[in-house]
């Protein structure tokens, strides 16, 4: 059990329960999981480094241990303007014990749409990021397209799509990229997360045909 709330970043001894509580789930789901231990410190500065310059509203998809969590909160972005989505059940409860002030829902990535509809999260396109720690790579093309088709739908026009892989390459095929109408560039490296790791950032093309949804306001 994690001594709820966590301010500033974690002791020793919750750490390693954080960690273990992370390998106990990745040993219960590896494909849903998809790493053995939690993102590094140095892997969630180099994801945090590809917000906009100002960012309003956030959402973080797979929130995990909160690593990427604390980064953005670090960063600047408001407890009320961020919003986690985390599938795990044991890992949102310890998201909702580390982060009291932060809308931690436990959902599906691929139906964020409903997500934050029934949240009230946000206006009409007014989610300017989404930083994922969802292991995309190992998402069938199905699950990628829902998720892509989801996270567009409620980014603003400029809103990006940041996503780290272990992979060489986007984790996205660049069929599902233009049939979606996206773009893609690689931002950081993470050099000494292990496995290291590359961040990208998807971004609409001009003339996408995945448009902002109607929400309504928190
Ligand atoms: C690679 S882990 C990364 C977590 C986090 N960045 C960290 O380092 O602790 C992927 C996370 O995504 C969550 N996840 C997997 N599929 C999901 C989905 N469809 N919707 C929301 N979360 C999901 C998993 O439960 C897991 O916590």
Not at 109 to 133: K, M, N, P, T, Y
Request: glycine fraction near 10%; charge should be positive; proline fraction near 6%.
């Amino acid at each position: 059990m994690i001594d709820p709330p966590l301010r500033g970043h974690p002791a020793k001894a919750d750490r390693s329960a954080i960690h273990w509580t992370f390998f106990r789930q990745w040993l219960k789901n590896p494909l849903a999981i998809a790493a053995l231990s939690p993102s590094s410190r140095r892997l969630a500065r180099e994801m945090v480094k590809q917000l906009p310059e100002h960012p309003g509203r956030v959402i973080e998809l797979g929130g995990g241990t909160g690593v990427f969590t604390r980064a953005l909160l670090e960063r600047g972005v408001h407890p009320n303007n961020l919003l986690v989505v985390e599938l795990n059940e044991e890992l949102h409860r310890l998201l909702q014990q580390q982060f009291p002030e932060v809308h931690v829902v436990r959902g599906d990535a691929r139906e964020l749409q409903a997500i934050i509809e029934g949240e009230g999260f946000a206006e009409a396109g007014g989610v300017d990021a989404i930083l994922s720690g969802l292991g995309l790579l190992s998402m069938s093309r199905g699950t990628q397209r829902r998720i892509l088709t989801a996270a567009f739908s409620v980014l603003g026009p400029n809103g990006r799509f940041i996503q780290f892989t272990y992979g060489p390459a986007s984790p996205v095929s660049r069929d599902l990229l233009t049939e979606l109408g996206i773009s893609v560039h690689r931002g950081g490296v993470a050099w000494r997360n292990v496995p290291p790791a590359a961040v990208y950032v998807f971004t609409r093309n001009r003339s996408t045909s995945i448009r902002a949804v109607r929400t309504h306001k928190r």
